[in-house]
């Protein structure tokens, strides 16, 4: 009785070792699948059109550097693009080279209409 008493005591001790060292186990992470690109980061310019080659090119000036960049077949354009308009390019880096993704121009607010006309009309039916 005292041998099959320390045989099950010992396996006991045994298993609560053992399980404790499993739990302490770490899994490793996967390691990134090497065929999958990471998505490359979405950086944004915004500046004066300087150049515009429809589905080309298009050049701004941000502060007091030119920027060229090659416009990607699926980008998408917003707005009029012409020389001296405002314009807000997202654009990624592929090696040296900047891909617009998508173009945004600013439409100009529209000059406000001839007010001071309408005061003089009001003078002239007091008359």
Not at 37 to 47: E, F
Not at 76 to 96: F, I, L, Q, T
């Amino acid at each position: 009785m005292k041998k099959a008493l320390a045989i099950i005591i010992a396996i006991m001790t045994l298993v609560t070792f053992t399980g404790g060292l499993m739990a302490q186990e770490k899994k490793e992470a996967p390691a990134p699948a090497a065929g999958k690109p990471k998505a490359p980061k979405v950086l944004k310019a915004t500046g004066a059109v300087v150049a515009y080659e429809a589905e080309k090119t298009i050049k701004i000036k941000v502060k007091d550097k030119e920027m060229v960049f090659d416009i990607a077949p699926d980008a998408k354009v917003k707005g009029g693009v012409k020389e001296g308009a405002k314009a807000n390019v997202s654009y990624k880096k592929e090696g040296d080279k900047m891909i617009a993704t998508a173009i945004s121009v600013a439409t100009p607010k529209k000059p406000a209409g001839k007010k001071a006309a309408i005061p003089q009309k009001k003078a002239e039916e007091k008359k």
